[in-house]
């Protein structure tokens, strides 16, 4: 079983920056690939970007390529997501999300039904 506890969301003005923490607990081997996915009001969930821990090997969002750094610190069991330049349509609930399986095509990774294990969710939300 794998536990997923988002923070760092809040309300920040068009241009501004914010930084998503997850800090991951339980089985290790059940959180082989992470991922940032985002949902928005009366939209479908998103895979903003992923990445295999222990790896150096990311995948983005076209819609977030160049704003957002997905990272990882292992010590910490902590996932991180920098975004920058936030624009008002970022504004959505950010998820935290695991699976424990091992590398899979670009388009699997951008998949949110692929992830098998979810955190609650921390909100952004970008003024114009």
């Known amino acids: 079983q794998v536990q997923l506890v988002e923070s760092g969301g809040g309300s920040v003005q068009a241009g501004g920056s914010l930084r998503l923490s997850c800090v991951a607990s339980?089985?290790?081997?059940?959180?082989?690939?992470m991922a940032w996915i985002r949902q928005a009001p009366g939209q479908e969930r998103e895979v903003v970007a992923g990445?295999?821990?222990?790896?150096?090997?990311?995948v983005y969002a076209d819609s977030v390529k160049g704003r957002f750094t997905i990272s990882q610190d292992n010590a910490k069991n902590t996932l991180y997501l920098q975004m920058n330049s936030l624009k008002p349509e970022d504004t959505a609930m950010y998820y935290c999300?695991?699976?424990?399986?091992?590398?899979?095509?670009?388009?699997?990774?951008?998949?949110?039904?692929?992830?098998?294990?979810w955190g609650q969710g921390t909100q952004v939300t970008v003024s114009s």
């Open positions: 999300a695991a699976d424990p399986r091992g590398p899979q095509p670009r388009p699997t990774i951008l998949s949110p039904a692929w992830y098998r294990y």
């Open positions: 339980g089985n290790s081997d059940s959180r082989n690939c």
């Open positions: 990445l295999y821990i222990g790896r150096d090997s990311t």
